[in-house]
Structures are given as C-alpha cells and as structure tokens.
C-alpha cells in the first residue's frame, strides 16, 4: 500500500517541501530508500526501524520503498524520520488515518522520542506557503515553530504521540504561543529595519560596560561612530592596551532588532541549531571566531550548507581578533559580503545564497611582538617585519574598512584615578537615536550602507564642503570607494551632533579615523 507524507528539509537557510511516499509491497523483507538522500537520510532506516520496535508496533517484514520527492534535489539531515516512520505505519496499514492532511517534522530516537532538528522555523514556513496548516514537531520545537502564523502547530514527544495526532486528529495542549510574525522570505535582508528602540525581548546583555574602559577617549568615540553607521572598525595597538575589552561592550551599545531584522537573525540561529528558540532573536548577533577557522567555518558550505559566521552575524557585528592571524583565503572571503550583503556558496550539484549584512570590527598588533611603535618598550621584530605583518591584511580589504583607530598604552594612572567614563546605557541611547535619524531618510538603511545619489543627497554638501572632500581625497589618493566611505562616515558624525548637513569639521574628523596617512593629510590641509 502507498502512502504519502508531507514533510521538509533544510537547504541553507531555505525549507524544502518533501513528499515522503512509502511503499510497502509484497517480497523480500527490504528498507530502501530513494531521491538523493544523504547519508544521515540512509541511517534513517536503522532509527526507524528501532523506533517502530520499541514504540510496540510492528516492522512490517516486506519490500519498503521510500522515494523523497522532488527526487532530483538533495536532502540532507534527520528531519523526516518521523514522516518515514508514520509513512511505513499507513502503508502497512497498522494506523488509519483521521481526515486532514498533517505534516511532520523531526528526528526519532531508537527508543521512539522524536527529536528537534536545526531549522524547524523555515521549514514550518515552507510548509505554510504549501498550505498545510497543521504540522507535528517536536515538542521541544513548539514556541520555535509557532513563530509562523497561520499555522496549528502540534508537539509530540514520542512516536506513539505522533500516531495518535495522526489517528485522531487531536490537538495536544501547549504553551501560549508566544508573538508570532507572518514569514515570508525571512532571510532576506531588513535595511529599513535594523534596530527598534525600546523593543521588549532583547533580554539581558552580557559583556563589560563601556565606562570599563578607561584612558581611550579617542577609541570610545570611534566605537560610537563606527555602531551608529554600522561602519567597519579596525582597532590597532600593543597587548593590554583594551581593544578585546573595548570590542566586548558592542553587544551593550547595540539597541534591540525591530521586527523583520528580527525574524532574520532568527531563522539564521534556526538554521544553526542556535537552540532553544523560544521567541525571535531581538539582540543583535555578535559573533567572534578564533583566527583558526577554515573557509568553510567562515562563508559556510559543508555538507549540509550550513551558514558560516559572516550568515550568522547577520543584522549583527562580527569581531575578527588579532586580524593577520586569519587565514588569507578566509579574510579575502569577506570583501564581496562586505560590499553586497550576501555570499553566493556552490558546492558540487549545490548552491545557494546566504545573507550577510554583518558589520566588520577586528583588532589587531602592530607587529608579531605586539610593541612596533610604542614608547615604552622596544620591539624585538626585524626593522622590515611590521610592515611585512601589517600587508597580511590586503589592499582591498584594508580599503573597506571606514574606521582606522590607535589604541596606544594606558598609564597605571590613569585607570585608577578621575571620575568613571560614560557607560554602556548613556552612549546605547545616543546610537539609537542617531540610528533613528539615519534610519528616517528616504533611502531607510545605516549611513554605513548609504552608497551614490543617497549617499549625497543625505550629506548635503555646499561648495565649501565639496572643495574640502575633494582635498582631503587627493591627499590620501584615495579611490571612490574610500572617498564614499569618508562621507558616510562624516554623515554619521553630523548625526550624532544633530546636524541636518555635512560641514567641514565633521569631514575633519572622519579624516582623523583614517590610516596615517590619511590624518597627515588632514592635519596638512588644516
């Protein structure tokens, strides 16, 4: 007898729609299954058939053909073990189906519990936009699911829950669902939606507060900056000097997500395996690899497309320290993203697109002895090697980054005596609501993301600022995109001092957050 379960999988950040149809005929005792299925999907056949034993029903012993349509697409993962198992139950005629169609999701144990699996959120989506409105989860997998509207979602803890949603068509009480958001395409990018002040369900924010660090007044207001446009920070300086420190208080600047960058960053940690997902991902993502990762780890790939840390700092910032250190292929990886806010991953008979509208802030050592240039302790590098170190990080990378910032040695001093810095909280409502500012104008995105006519039309600029512009580019012989950066970043500048338009000290001082050479010119033009 054939019977025909929905049910889907996980392809990047995407769901699958999967009809998972059983055929279970006379003949040899056998359990294939059919349609590309990898190799998590073939071991499927010893989970369901413990699963079925220890539950108390029968493993029917006759020919079970599983076929997973469409069977010219590849499936990858656990999460159609339950609609197997349910599938060879129908077709050996051991359940009788109540009306309705009813999809399911979920990995089975030997022992017959059903198990969430990564990616429940997208693949309950893809489920809706098929029109099935019911859907059986795990139910550890409940308040993640029920983030999609319009659908009843139903959890189960074991087979012998599911078979009986299946033969009745009971719904098993749960948890109030919690705030749910129509999904449609929730892994595309939120620009006019980056940040909800005030939004409920952020919770608490880890890391050190702001007024830790102390003596680096010119780094404190280049974090400012950098996190109201959303540009790329570098943070240059000795061992101990406080740019891990100064980086860690990010998650408490940051103001809450609004709704669809939300929803975004949300389906990301779904994709993940980010769990327990009990509501949408309000805090923005702050991710920090360690300067080890391979390619994969960090564009994403493998053998289940998985996103990497550029997807999964989406709508977030991702911390590179000690940047050289990284391997060239993995920081070269991140110039396309930077620009597109995307990353394009073909694998063999595979390929999909990840989002990664993420914010670059990376630290680095002037040198492998970390004291290059400093004026109280002399560095043992050869007279060649901190140059040599500093062009591990390339041109065009160096060329993305808006903000260049040294962060000398503090004196014993002066972190013990004067009165407490601003802390977290007091410049966290300052970003906001310069972020709101940005976020008003017409083009709805960061300063940080501003590019051609709505990147001039929001600075503004008369002929003294134009003439100013144009000077301190010259100088630094920089190419357009470096000059657009210059304006964003002064743009950002004049937001946070309330200014409608771009004026020549904001130009000054986005200028002084240029490499070297750059405020050399500055200053020479002063």
Known sequence: MLAIVPSATLHGLD????RVEVDVAPGLPGF??????????????????????????????????????????????????????????????????????????????????????????????????RGLRRVVVAAAAVDEARLVEGVEVIGVETLIDAVAVIRTRRTRRSAPAPRRIELVAAHGSAPGDASADGVAGAGPVPGPDLCEVRGQVEARRGLEIALTGGHGLLLIGPPGSGKTLLARTIPGLLPPLGDAAALAATVVASAAGEGPINELRRRPPFRSPHHTISYAGMVGGGPNMSPGEITRADQGVLFLDELPEFGRDVLEALRQPMEEGRVAVSRVGRATTFPARFQLVAAMNPCPCGFAGSS??????????????????????????DLWISMPRVAPLALVRGSEPEGSVVVGKRIAAARAVALARPSGTLNGRLTGRA??????????????????????????????????????????????????????????????????????VV
Not at 487 to 515: K, M, N, Q, S
Request: charged fraction near 30%; glycine fraction near 10%; include cysteine.
């Open 376 to 401: 109280d302790r002399a560095c043992g590098c050869g007279p060649r090697v901190p140059d040599r170190y500093q062009r591990r990080v390339s041109g065009p990378l160096r060329d993305r980054i």
């Open 455 to 524: 990147l001039r039309d929001a600075c503004r600029l008369d002929g003294r600022t134009e003439r100013r512009i144009v000077q301190l580019a010259d100088l630094e012989r920089a190419s357009g995109r470096g000059t657009e950066r210059l304006l964003r970043v002064a743009r950002t500048i004049a937001d946070l001092a309330g200014c409608a338009a771009v004026d020549e000290p904001h130009l000054d001082e986005a200028a002084w957050f240029r490499p070297a050479d750059m405020r050399l010119a500055a200053a020479e």
């Open 15 to 18: 769901g699958r729609f999967i």
């Open 32 to 129: 294939t299954i059919v349609g590309l299925a990898d190799a998590a999907l073939q071991e499927a056949r010893e989970r369901v058939r413990g699963a079925l034993r220890n539950a108390g029903f029968v493993h029917p012993p006759r020919r079970i053909t599983v076929n997973l349509a469409p069977a010219d697409q590849r499936k990858a993962g656990a999460s159609l073990d339950l609609a197997m198992a349910v599938g060879i139950l129908l077709g050996s005629e051991q359940v009788v189906p109540g009306p309705g169609r009813v999809a399911l999701i979920g990995e089975l144990s030997l022992g017959g519990e059903v198990r969430s699996v990564p990616g429940v959120l997208p693949m309950v989506a893809v489920l809706a936009r």
